[in-house]
């Protein structure tokens, strides 16, 4: 059974929790847990590594970009419930 927090994508090496099959670098995918709602935030992997992220609503609004492992530790932080409200 998946823990309750984990998304549908893994960390920085692009590994997917559901399948261990990597991502394509470029490629915008959103979690698996945000069904057909409107409140997404979408994740591209770069090419030669790093992370970018972008609020689904608003594509042109603007991206936040992370290294590798700052993803990693923002993702273990959440599956954690460092930002659990």
Do not use: H, I
């Not at 470029?26 to 090419?47: A, P």
């Not at 970018?52 to 492992?69: E, I, W």
């Amino acid at each position: 059974m998946k823990d309750a927090l984990q998304p549908a994508f893994q960390n920085a090496n692009n590994e997917t929790a559901d399948s261990g099959q990597r991502r394509q670098p470029g490629q915008w995918f959103k979690s698996g847990r945000s069904g057909g709602g409107s409140d997404c935030v979408e994740v591209c992997y770069l090419e030669g590594g790093g992370v970018k992220v972008r609020n689904s609503k608003r594509p042109d609004a603007g991206t936040l970009q992370f290294t590798d492992s700052e993803f990693d530790a923002w993702v273990g932080g959440a599956k954690d419930g460092d930002f659990d409200r």
